[in-house]
């Protein structure tokens, strides 16, 4: 008797979810937006295809593997623990032991196998390592890329002519999940799209799972630009603007395997008022190692610094490698570190920068700075929706003389928080008048 499974307790599809399970094409795109179960319907496809073709091979993949493991390999997780079923009862083999679903877990590999002979690898496409090219010899009967956006299109066409596996009665399969952005993407999946392939729009909206204020508290949270790709899946949302950072470059430095190296360094954005964030990033070489936020009035400005001379000890940051935002509520806190011997730097935005051809003040100045960051690939931050989405929303503007200008914080509603105290923590200015010590 042919064994069965029943996963009915951990997945229960959505109808949007049903669709992207039911439709015949051999490519697939879900999603177009957060939250909409797109994930889930991705593992729980490669799971089936592994159930019904015995001996299939397939991967699943993200940019990189510390990502996948955060988000994909958290829902694989979830069928590792499956037994297999014979008669109603639980299947055994010869020694009386219940047999799994999944028989091994080779972490170092990374694969799993089951019991019928099927495989599943995984694995991070931007990786050095072990990343596509450990890979390469792989003959695929499916594969699953989540947040495909993130990825190179050459990366997904490697990927792409491993699917020739030769099994009886098997449908090659690829499907991809993705958040609305300008790229490669849009323009191939998108704007035309290809033979026998499907995109499947996703709504938070269409999960029932989800609270049901969820979607009217991150509309309070998010930029307009954000909340027409990140909730109403508009593909356009993120186009037509003097963005400092494309969503592709941020995604990308998400968890970037980048060695802390040298000595730390921390920017601390001060705000007060309404649900401002005060903000320290504590950094080493391009890797962020903290970034905590906390909410003070002015009356507890006493500990506020108490909190970022705790997180200058903890961490034994040189007071040079010290950068604070020092206007309004800022120069307060400056001022009473400084009364402490804490001999950090002042960074007024407004101020002129180092570099005054390109830059209207130090504000835009540490912002390029930033930037170069994300385009040599020479930083990583944590995976964390308020960053991203302060970064990606980000605009400039060239003003008088054809300098670089941030777009003004009223313009965006919302003061940048973290993204404010990420760009302090990388910025470095030349020093102005330094003390000169005589040996």
Known sequence: MKPSIDLSKLYKPHPRQVLFHQAPQKGRLFGGAIRGGKTKAGVAEGIQLSIDYPGNVGIMARQNLPAFKRTVMVELERYFDVPLMQGGEFAKDERGNIRMMITQHHATDHYIQFWNGSRIWYTGLGDDTRGLASQMGITLGWFFIDQVEECSEIHFNNMLGRLSLNLKDIKLKYFLTANPMPGWVKMRFIESCPDDFIYIPSLPRDNPYLPPNYEEELRKMYPEELVKSWLDGDWSAM???????????????????????????????????????????????????????WI????????SVDKIISIINEHQIPHKNINIDAVSGGSLIYSEL??????????????????????????????????????????????????????????????????????SKEKMNKSPDRADALALAFYEPKIKNPQIRWL
């Open 239 to 293: 186009e037509g603007g003097n963005f400092v950072f494309s969503g592709n470059e941020v995604n990308r430095a998400i968890d970037l395997d980048i060695k802390p190296e040298g000595e730390k360094h921390l920017g601390i954005d001060i705000s007060w008022g309404g649900t401002d964030e005060n903000v320290a990033i504590v950094r080493q070489g391009g890797k962020v190692l903290l970034m905590e936020g």
């Open 296 to 303: 003070y009035r002015k009356e507890d400005a006493i500990q």
């Open 338 to 407: 400084v009364k402490r011997n804490y001999r950090i730097r002042p960074v007024v935005a407004g101020e002129k920068p180092d570099d005054e051809t390109k830059y209207i003040n130090q504000r835009a100045e540490m912002y390029f700075q930033l930037q170069k960051r994300f385009r040599d690939n020479s930083i990583s931050i944590p995976d964390d929706r308020t960053l991203v989405g302060q970064l990606t929303v980000l605009k400039y503007i060239i003003a008088g003389e054809r300098k670089y200008q941030l777009e």
